[in-house]
């Protein structure tokens, strides 16, 4: 596709439920990275891909986080037993690499509501 | 030492007027100063951006001032238009192999262009 594409656009879970978010990166582009935005605030940097490298996973809030990134490509973060302050919107954006490339494109992110 | 503090939270300007939002960082060793522009319901776009070897960069109407030795950047819109209206966000970033390449947000700054 032309662009960062995430899916779901919105979802809602009941509170204790596991919710996966889906990335699907701009082709060709090598970094990956996972942001969360609240409410009313900036955005949190959450997870990091580049190629076959290990992920930089210092900014998941805890171990109920995790991310994979498939064949370095799309990318699945998944949330277990959810509470209600992860209701945010998660943005995924990607990029030719940190080290090439400045411009970090962002998908539309999908908006999790926990109920 | 990672954070991005962003001001003012909110903003109203006349059709035509410059608003004008500012940024301060601490770390030293960010290397790429990006402001990004969201609608609601979209994701950040890039708007434009600077590195820390200028002092202004101009793109339209689009102008960022740099300020190395007092670690701080703005943004300047000119002749601000209606279509203008968005949440803008201040970033920071350390390019380079040897690191992410993780974008470092400010909190936002919602602006509104009256006509």
């Known amino acids: 596709g032309a662009g960062v594409s995430q899916s779901p656009s919105n979802k809602v879970t009941e509170k204790g439920k596991d919710v996966e978010l889906r990335c699907d990166p701009i082709?060709?582009?090598?970094?990956l990275y996972w942001y969360r935005q609240s409410l009313g605030q900036g955005l949190e940097f959450l997870i990091y891909f580049q190629g076959n490298s290990a992920p930089d996973k210092s900014g998941l809030p805890s171990d109920r986080f995790s991310a994979e990134r498939t064949g370095g490509s799309v990318s699945t973060l998944t949330i277990q037993r959810t509470q209600q302050e992860d209701s945010a919107v998660y943005l995924c954006?990607?990029?030719?690499?940190?080290?090439?490339?400045?411009?970090?494109?962002f998908g539309q992110g999908t908006r999790l509501t926990v109920v | 030492q990672q954070q991005v503090k962003q001001s003012p939270q909110s903003l109203i300007v006349q059709k035509g007027g410059i608003p004008i939002i500012n940024c301060a960082y601490e770390n030293t060793a960010f290397d790429y100063f990006p402001w990004y522009q969201q609608f609601p319901g979209k994701g950040p776009a890039l708007l434009i951006a600077i590195r820390p070897d200028v002092s202004e960069k101009k793109e339209g109407r689009f102008t960022i001032s740099f300020n190395k030795s007092a670690k701080q950047f703005s943004l300047h819109i000119m002749d601000s238009q209606p279509g203008d209206s968005a949440t803008y966000f201040c970033?920071?970033?350390?390019?380079?192999?040897?690191?992410?390449?993780?974008?470092?947000f400010g909190q936002g700054t919602t602006l509104q262009v009256k006509p």
């Open positions: 954006a990607s990029s030719l690499a940190a080290v090439a490339s400045f411009e970090a494109f």
């Open positions: 082709s060709g582009h090598t970094a």
């Open positions: 970033a920071a970033s350390k390019r380079g192999s040897s690191n992410t390449g993780k974008l470092i």
